[in-house]
DNA sequence: GGACGTTCTGTTTTT
DNA sequence: CAGAACGTCC
């Protein structure tokens, strides 16, 4: 056995043996965090701590499996019964094992946002309200928010608070659309993610039994990004750790940067409140990064008044300054990065995965990725749409999804008619509406459409049966065919492989390989054989389990190839690459304009820069451009006020702040009295606003007019958003895609596709 | 019922 | 601009 401890500085040290009672690790950004957490399980495990006995949650999948290996190599196999994982799956093991306490079955579906939203855009429909003053978006993050703070639909709408501040928001329809989101997904037996979280918590209140069950299991609680825990799951620690208080977390409130999920930095901030005899051990020198870099981060939030008392320092050398990019357009700013990209590969003879470009928002890969493309440099895109959320693979798994459980509403109408089998919309609606009348599930009415007076056609009677037994011949097979045969069966007896096979655009056949990749995965899933039980057969819904938890950051890195990695801020959390490349410093996007309403919301996007500098190793690079497109305008912009704040000896060329000022909104306090904080947490935006806007849109009329295709002729004189006024020179071709030459006073002559240009016939 | 065309509408970060 | 929603026609 070997002295794991040698590996560690002091600090690290201290932190790691002091196992029994309340322990808080405040780890500085680079300072050995995951470290830590490592090699303290290691020591557990060397001291004989039975792994069953220790339960660990991490922030990714990816990051529990990364440590496992780790902490295998160091202490051996016995590290494999120690469960890790993110706590939405931890507890999602958990609901599986005991939920049918709670009335549901261990194949819960769990809902993705996706799955969430179009369940919530029907019931708005349903219930006839308006989808303006009720948006999908506002409603879903107040559900949600509701959730995370464990006031359920019941509590929701007997609380005189919050109903009347719906009330007075104009929207006093959200408890009762609260009520039967919950009720359909009930019904579908199905959860969303905050469900996860919410269940698990109604499950150890109410059920002692499974509180102790779990309480004597998990004796040794680590607790990974403690910051950026929310309400819902705080409590779930801490009453799993109530009992022996053998509860460390590690964390960094600097690098708190999921507030708007519900993430309670007061978390950390109180942690000390919440046990006694607690100790507190620091880490502050960072590994990772040079001074410059450090000394800049640190600068960034040194005016955030939210904060542990720290010192984060480095014996790193110095390291050079941090260059900044100023270009014109995001085009250029893509075209200067992956210019500098290519000059420091060549400098310093390092390879591309030693680069990284980190943005505020996904849209803005796009520059990026095209700049990187004409220089040949290869990237890969972290997040975004990611691979289990494209429709086809949507698709797909929506078939699984139903075999499995056949009451999941979502993936039940998902596919009943993909591809086209004569059950059309008007059908389906009377399906949902007889569900709805006798309180059962959908599947309930077309597996005995009689009996629930379902008033269709006999030909669609028919199709109906087909589907049901089509559905349930695929159940008969679950636990028979191991899930690589049964995803393929599926996939070619529904048809769905055939009708993406037919598709011959490029986009179609993209499609046709994405979906052979998912089979493929399925088909490694088959074939990993888990230690105690080989031979035995794996099946399809052991593979469907947490798919819906998955992230991109979960897939594992097949080609671990010579890469560029791009993703968000968010995404990069946890990560660290030698050469790094922030984008995008522009006031209103970086910060964010619509995370610029309180101080505490200033806060966290200077914690988020905050993150993202610190992501560097040897150098940062940061870029701001002064104009970009979005959603196909033009628009300009200041630089970054973060760019301000950096102190100009950090900062490789001397920066002053653009002839314009900042937009600087006053600030509001934000609410963060202490127990109501996130039950309010945004206020909606209001419906006023957006009439607003319609109506000042509105008042033009009587110049122009919304003009349909064939209004356009040559001669028409035009308006166009952008362009202003002009006057059609030349039209050419038919249908949707006809193309049309534009004289603008403003900008000369443009090509234009008529399908997307929005074009305005001035009419006399 | 379904295909195909037109119009409208997002507009942050993610488990 | 892209995707969803809506409208029209067979």
Known sequence: MTDILEYLNNEQQQAVIHTEGPVMVVAGAGSGKTRVLTFRIAYLLQKGIDPFNILSLTFTNKAAREMKARITSLVGSEAKSVWMGTFHSVFARILRADGHLLGYPSNFTIYDTDDSKSLIRSIIKELQLDKKTYPVNSILGRISASKNNLIDSVQYNNDPEIIDADKAAGRPFIGKIFSIYDKRLFQSKAMDFDDLLFK?????????????????????????????????????????????????????????????????????????????????????????????????????????????????????????????????????????????????????????????????????????????????????????????????????????????????????????????????????????????????????????????????????????????????????????????????????????????????????????????????????????????????????????????LLTDQDNEDKNSSDKVSLMTVHAAKGLEFPYLYIVGLEENLFPNMQALNTRSELEEERRLFYVALTRAEKMATLSYAESRYKWGNLLFSEPSRFLEEIEQEYLSQPFKPGVGKHLNKPLKESRESTKDHSKYKKIPSTPTNQQQKKEEASSNEGTFHSSSMDELQVGSRVEHKRFGVGEILSLEGQGPNKKATVHFSSVGQKNLLLKFARLKVIKE
């Open 200 to 548: 698990t918590n109604i499950l150890l209140r109410d059920f002692p039994e499974v509180l102790y069950k779990y309480q004597n299991k998990f004796r040794y609680i680590l607790v990974d990004e403690y910051q950026d825990t929310n309400h819902a799951q705080y409590l779930i620690v801490k009453k799993l750790a109530a009992n022996d208080e053998n509860i460390c977390v590690v964390g960094d409130d600097a690098q708190s940067i999921y507030g708007f999920r519900g993430a309670n930095i007061e978390n950390i901030l109180n942690f000390k409140k919440d046990y006694q005899d607690i100790k507190v051990f620091k880490l502050e020198q960072n590994y990772r990064s040079t001074k410059n870099i450090v000394n800049a981060a640190n600068g960034v939030i040194a005016k955030n008044k939210d904060q542990i008392q720290k010192e984060v320092w480095t014996a790193n050398e110095k390291g050079q300054k941090i260059p900044l990019i100023k270009a014109s357009s995001d085009t250029e700013e893509g075209a200067l990065v992956a210019h500098s990209i290519f000059e420091t590969k060549m400098n310093n003879q390092v390879s591309n995965k030693d680069f990284a470009i980190l943005y505020r928002t996904n849209a803005q890969s796009r520059a990026l990725e095209e700049a990187l493309r004409k220089r040949n440099i290869s990237y890969k895109i972290y997040g975004g749409l990611s691979f289990y959320q494209r429709k086809e693979i949507k698709d797909l798994l929506g078939y699984f999804r139903l075999v499995i459980n056949p009451n999941d509403e979502e993936a039940l109408f998902r596919v009943i008619n993909y591809p086209a089998r004569g059950i059309g919309k008007t059908s389906q609606q009377k399906i949902i509406i007889q569900a709805q009348r006798f309180e059962v599930s959908s599947w309930e009415v077309i597996y005995n459409p009689n009996a629930y007076g379902l008033d269709v056609s006999g030909a669609v009677k028919k199709r109906l049966y087909e589907f049901v037994t089509m559905i349930e011949s695929f159940s008969a097979q679950l636990k028979r065919k191991n899930a690589y045969e049964l995803a393929k069966h599926i996939a070619k007896t529904s048809g769905i492989l055939k009708q993406l096979n037919d598709d011959k655009t490029p986009e179609g056949i993209s499609r046709f390989e994405n979906v052979e990749e998912l089979l493929n995965a399925i088909n490694e899933f088959s074939e990993r054989e888990v230690e105690g039980q080989e031979n035995s057969i794996r099946p399809l819904d052991e593979f469907m389990q947490d798919v819906a």
